[in-house]
């Protein structure tokens, strides 16, 4: 792939270790220069006391960011290009307020996952569980005087959450803590016979939520999915919620899952949520979005690739300005627009 001209602003980035292992040791040097009395208070510990010394050093990462992509080419026989990529915060602000901690665990160790920061407050008072989404939060993901999901030793654990919630007793607050604006001015295929635009103009703002990126430390085995294909037991495992408060784009040449050409289509105020419907328990009004990757081998083709499998989507779409042509023919909406048992096995040919 051609990256073209890629530039990003200079980031701040802060990473500091949490929940120290022991104090004790990371003061030891300055201890033993200021005076030989104060030795006397030293005492080794032995091999029953070391085992009560556990090492809980995971990294936090505070980040700030905007990014720019001039261009993104993929070239095959003709060529896909994706121009005027930027990513930063609502009205072309600094993206910024990000937290993304990184822990590998231990044998069913308890961390932060989801909406575990809801749990947490839930369980001490901050927010009622008379609000069935915090019910929920609370129901999944406090675990034994813990909150968070339980993971297997060796897995890489990345949770994106916000720096600063606000006021904790306030859900919007947790909500609509990190702001997001991506634009992309056009999506077009080239060829001998000239080039194509199939998307342009595309905005998208909105509110990033919980995130999370686990490497499944899964070793060497593997297990077969519904469809018969063969996949590793360690994959990386994406689950992320957000939400899309306003977005645009002009639909100018493209299809619709291999199906429906929308052409000359423009919409307006785009909203993608989950607030509607029967879909919404534990989502706190968010779309919902996960899949996991690993290598895979077809039951079909006997080709091995890359199997993106357990797809999900749960969302409502809202389009109150959907234009075919220059003309407006009304309000699109869908409710519990749902994308289950979807599995996909990748490979050149």
Same mark, same amino acid.
């Given at each position: 792939?051609?990256?073209?001209?890629?530039?990003?602003?200079?980031?701040?980035?802060?990473?500091?270790?949490?929940?120290?292992?022991?104090?004790?040791?990371?003061?030891?040097?300055?201890?033993?220069?200021?005076?030989?009395?104060?030795?006397?208070?030293?005492?080794?510990?032995?091999?029953?006391?070391?085992?009560?010394?556990?090492?809980?050093?995971?990294?936090?990462?505070?980040?700030?960011?905007?990014?720019?992509?001039?261009?993104?080419?993929?070239?095959?026989?003709?060529?896909?290009?994706?121009?005027?990529?930027?990513?930063?915060?609502?009205?072309?602000?600094?993206?910024?307020?990000?937290?993304?901690?990184?822990?590998?665990?231990?044998?069913?160790?308890?961390?932060?996952?989801?909406?575990?920061?809801?749990?947490?407050?839930?369980?001490?008072?901050?927010?009622?569980?008379?609000?069935?989404?915090?019910?929920?939060?609370?129901?999944?993901?406090?675990?034994?005087?813990?909150?968070?999901?339980?993971?297997?030793?060796?897995?890489?654990?990345?949770?994106?959450?916000?720096?600063?919630?606000?006021?904790?007793?306030?859900?919007?607050?947790?909500?609509?803590?990190?702001?997001?604006?991506?634009?992309?001015?056009?999506?077009?295929?080239?060829?001998?016979?000239?080039?194509?635009?199939?998307?342009?103009?595309?905005?998208?703002?909105?509110?990033?939520?919980?995130?999370?990126?686990?490497?499944?430390?899964? $070793? =060497? @085995?593997? %297990?077969?999915?519904?469809? +018969?294909?063969? *996949?590793?037991?360690? &994959?990386?495992?994406?689950?992320?919620?957000?939400?899309?408060?306003?977005?645009?784009?002009?639909?100018?040449?493209?299809?619709?899952?291999?199906?429906?050409?929308?052409?000359?289509?423009?919409?307006?105020?785009?909203?993608?949520?989950?607030?509607?419907?029967?879909?919404?328990?534990?989502?706190?009004?968010?779309?919902?979005?996960?899949?996991?990757?690993?290598? $895979? =081998? @077809?039951? %079909?083709?006997?080709?091995? +690739?890359?199997? *993106?499998?357990?797809? &999900?989507?749960?969302?409502?779409?809202?389009?109150?300005?959907?234009?075919?042509?220059?003309?407006?023919?009304?309000?699109?909406?869908?409710?519990?627009?749902?994308?289950?048992?979807?599995?996909?096995?990748?490979?050149?040919?």
């Amino acid at each position: 792939m051609d990256f073209g001209a890629i530039s990003m602003t200079q980031p701040t980035i802060t990473a500091f270790l949490r929940r120290p292992t022991c104090a004790t040791l990371s003061i030891a040097p300055l201890l033993l220069a200021a005076s030989g009395s104060a030795m006397a208070e030293f005492r080794p510990l032995d091999d029953s006391r070391l085992s009560d010394v556990t090492g809980q050093a995971g990294v936090t990462i505070e980040l700030e960011t905007k990014l720019a992509i001039d261009r993104l080419t993929w070239t095959d026989e003709g060529s896909i290009n994706v121009n005027g990529i930027r990513l930063s915060g609502q009205n072309d602000t600094t993206l910024d307020n990000m937290k993304l901690t990184l822990d590998i665990a231990g044998d069913g160790e308890v961390l932060d996952y989801g909406f575990s920061e809801v749990a947490r407050r839930a369980d001490a008072g901050q927010l009622s569980t008379s609000n069935p989404d915090v019910a929920d939060a609370l129901a999944n993901y406090k675990i034994n005087g813990s909150y968070g999901r339980t993971f297997n030793s060796g897995d890489l654990v990345m949770h994106l959450g916000a720096i600063d919630y606000g006021d904790p007793t306030s859900l919007d607050d947790f909500l609509h803590a990190v702001d997001f604006e991506l634009g992309v001015d056009s999506v077009e295929t080239t060829g001998t016979g000239g080039s194509t635009t199939m998307f342009s103009d595309i905005l998208l703002q909105g509110y990033v939520g919980p995130t999370d990126l686990v490497i499944r430390n899964g $070793g =060497t @085995s593997t %297990r077969t999915l519904s469809n +018969g294909d063969v *996949v590793s037991g360690s &994959e990386l495992q994406l689950e992320t919620h957000f939400e899309i408060t306003n977005g645009s784009l002009n639909w100018d040449a493209s299809d619709l899952i291999l199906i429906f050409n929308f052409a000359a289509v423009g919409i307006e105020g785009l909203q993608i949520h989950n607030r509607r419907g029967n879909d919404t328990a534990g989502h706190f009004g968010m779309a919902y979005a996960k899949a996991n990757f690993s290598r $895979g =081998t @077809s039951s %079909r083709s006997g080709k091995d +690739g890359l199997s *993106v499998h357990d797809v &999900e989507f749960r969302a409502d779409i809202d389009m109150p300005v959907f234009k075919i042509g220059p003309d407006s023919i009304g309000n699109v909406q869908f409710t519990d627009f749902a994308i289950t048992d979807t599995n996909m096995m990748v490979y050149g040919h």
